[in-house]
């Protein structure tokens, strides 16, 4: 590739990582990092993010410095927006369910629909890549970092609603990442905070966590994201993780899978790298392993301090000028597929009309209407009606991030919302994320004599006190009166209260699957969601209890 052979050392590695800037723009200090470390991709997090019109505006004003460059090679412009609980794009975009909750409708079509939709308004705001889809099968309950980040248990179903997300992206010119290879959906240890292991054995990771990706990789994925996660089955040396580990990511990946794509790391600040080693070892032994990109989210000056590393590291013969060119040839390659060679493609300012209109926001509710699940509905009571329940209350926990891949909680009760449409005199009550005997009194007292109580939790499963406190409103309030319990994330909160009567899995908090839980709850709409996954001791996966 000419262009390749025309590039200094430095120009080369600065396309070798992707880094995330402070606030929401581009400032005199990063306009000044990006030109001396010549920097090739940015990601974006909640923090660059205030509307569409200023995220366009921040986007094009770094394309506009990548045309005035000796070489005019444009940024890859990336995002976490996967939907549902982990989206940069809340304010005046169109939010979708999650992964899970396509999950719940088995639908391709919507899986589509939905990435679609997306990708035409990220590409509204100058997004070329999307961190998406997560392709983990989330076949342990306790998993802290992924759960409805996955669309299910189920191997097949993940790899066709994967594959389906993947070629819809791709079709609308927005770049597609799998993730977190090699699969992290049977671990108990969020990587945000630590390694996890994934202690199986090669005949179990090909048939349910490796299969996915290699879905993927045949449907042609432009990107795949590392997973920071020990697998003693792949790599000998101890606590190694798989975004260090050359047998995992040039062996399995490149050789066995036969991946000829981007290969990008996750954070390397996240806990799971950082508890073991500096920032710029790591960078390093990313690339030595045989990632293409190393992605640094935070901390411009620690982001030197990797970029520095990675240029000692050639000059010393480290790492080979060879090396290096083998993923610039990559990353140039997938830059080329999408338009960011040539300045007239991707200096394109787009009309911000179809950022989330009407039409956009109706497929969104059409796929949450068809996702939220009545796992229980032993007494009949759904469908209520609203006017035998003037004195309706809605009891919320805090909706805040649970993994720092998320961005922060909410400001007011999305469950409580969306009752008052039907009920608009209902009185809601909030309580924290694990709350203590003060809280679960209050929230009792509050409850007591009321007509009706709809009561949402946040992973109660694993945050257990709140479901001591579903477990003391069963126990204290009248048995005539009807409560209602919303899991608003994962769905098998049901298992700290098993003798709940009514319940129902919303697979998150967005405005359209909590418009559409409560057209469920009056009767506007049917119940057709299916759970994708099992709940140990309650149900299992695609069942409910008595619909």
């Not at 994934?198 to 432009?222: D, T």
């Not at 290096?324 to 597929?337: M, P």
């Not at 989330?356 to 939220?372: C, F, K, M, Q, T």
């Not at 709940?500 to 709850?521: D, K, N, P, S």
Request: with cysteine.
């Amino acid at each position: 590739m000419e262009l390749l052979d025309s590039m200094n050392i430095e120009e080369k590695i600065g396309q070798m990582v992707m880094v995330g800037l402070d606030g929401p723009e581009l400032t005199s200090s990063d306009q000044e990092f990006i030109d001396k470390y010549k920097i090739g991709n940015v990601v974006f997090l909640g923090r660059n993010i205030i509307d569409p019109k200023q995220a366009q505006s921040l986007t094009y004003g770094l394309q506009e410095t990548a045309s005035r460059r000796r070489h005019p090679i444009g940024f890859l412009l990336s995002i976490d927006q996967e939907g549902g609980v982990v989206a940069r794009l809340t304010r005046g975009w169109t939010v979708f369910p999650g992964n899970m909750a396509l999950g719940a409708t088995r639908s391709e079509e919507y899986a589509r629909r939905a990435a679609k939709v997306t990708a035409d308004e990220m590409l509204a705001m100058g997004f070329n890549m999307n961190l998406a889809p997560v392709l983990d099968v989330n076949s342990n309950p306790n998993n802290l970092g992924i759960g409805v980040r996955s669309f299910g248990e189920d191997v097949d179903m993940v790899t066709r609603l994967g594959v389906a997300t993947i070629e819809a992206y791709q079709a609308s010119g927005v770049v597609a990442t799998a993730k977190h290879f090699p699969g992290k959906g049977d671990v108990t240890v969020d990587s945000h905070l630590d390694l996890p292991t994934v202690p199986h054995n090669r005949e179990r990771l090909e048939r349910v966590e490796f299969a996915p990706f290699a879905a993927s990789i045949r449907a042609g994925v432009g990107a795949v994201m590392t997973a920071h996660v020990f697998f003693p089955a792949v790599e000998a040396e101890p606590d190694l993780p798989a975004t260090l580990s050359r047998k995992v990511l040039t062996g399995l990946l490149r050789e066995e899978l036969g991946f000829g794509g981007v290969l990008l790391t996750d954070d390397l600040f996240m806990g799971a790298i950082a508890k073991r080693f500096s920032i710029d070892e790591a960078a390093v032994r990313a690339l030595e392993a045989g990632a293409d990109i190393a992605l640094l989210c935070h901390n411009q000056a620690e982001q030197a301090v990797a970029i520095e590393g990675i240029w000692d590291a050639v000059r010393s013969g480290r790492i080979s000028e060879e090396r290096v060119d083998e993923s610039v040839r990559r990353i140039l390659g997938l830059k080329e597929r999408f338009g960011l060679l040539a300045p007239e493609r991707y200096l394109v300012r787009r009309s911000l009309k179809p950022v989330g209109s009407p039409e956009n926001r109706r497929v969104a509710l059409e796929i949450a209407r068809d996702s939220v699940t009545l796992v229980a509905n032993r007494q009949a009571l759904i469908p209520m009606t609203p006017e035998d329940y003037p004195g309706l209350v809605v009891m919320s926990p805090d909706i805040r991030g649970l993994t720092q891949v998320e961005d922060g909680q909410l400001a007011e009760s999305p469950l409580a919302a969306a009752i008052k449409r039907f009920v608009p005199g209902v009185r809601d009550f909030g309580f924290s994320q694990s709350p203590d005997e003060r809280e679960i009194a209050e929230a009792v007292s509050f409850a007591s004599a009321k007509d009706a109580v709809i009561i949402g939790t946040y992973n109660a499963h694993l945050y257990r006190e709140q479901g001591r406190l579903v477990r003391a409103l069963l126990e204290a309030l009248d048995p005539n009166i009807p409560v209602v319990v919303v899991a608003l994330r994962n769905p098998y909160d049901i298992q700290q209260f098993p003798s709940a009567e009514t319940y129902i899995a919303a697979y998150g908090f967005r405005e359209c699957t909590m418009r559409a839980v409560a057209e469920l709850i009056f009767g506007a709409i049917a119940p057709k969601g299916r759970l994708p996954v099992s709940i140990p001791g309650i149900c299992a996966c695609g069942a409910g209890l008595t619909l």
